[in-house]
């Protein structure tokens, strides 16, 4: 299992990639709750999709009209 370094890719409010991510926490059409490398990472938007899936390289990608990336605890 190779995992990439945490890092965000965000093109145009509307692509996102994220790599170094350990699990999927919840997925809905509004809100993303991925745990990262770096801890909680939740994205909030509207029409949210799922691009792309792979844990075992811990790399997710989303699409739709992203309007927050929240990091916590």
């Not at 190779?2 to 997925?27: I, K, N, P, Y």
């Amino acid at each position: 299992m190779v995992q990439e370094e945490h890092a965000l890719r965000l093109v145009g409010r509307a692509d996102l990639t994220v790599t170094g991510v350990t699990e999927v926490s919840r997925f809905e059409e509004d809100a993303v709750l991925l745990q990262t490398d770096l801890g909680e990472l939740t994205i909030q938007g509207e029409s949210l999709q799922l691009k792309e899936l792979s844990l075992d390289g811990g790399r997710v990608a989303v699409s739709g009209n992203i309007s927050a990336l929240i990091y916590g605890g």
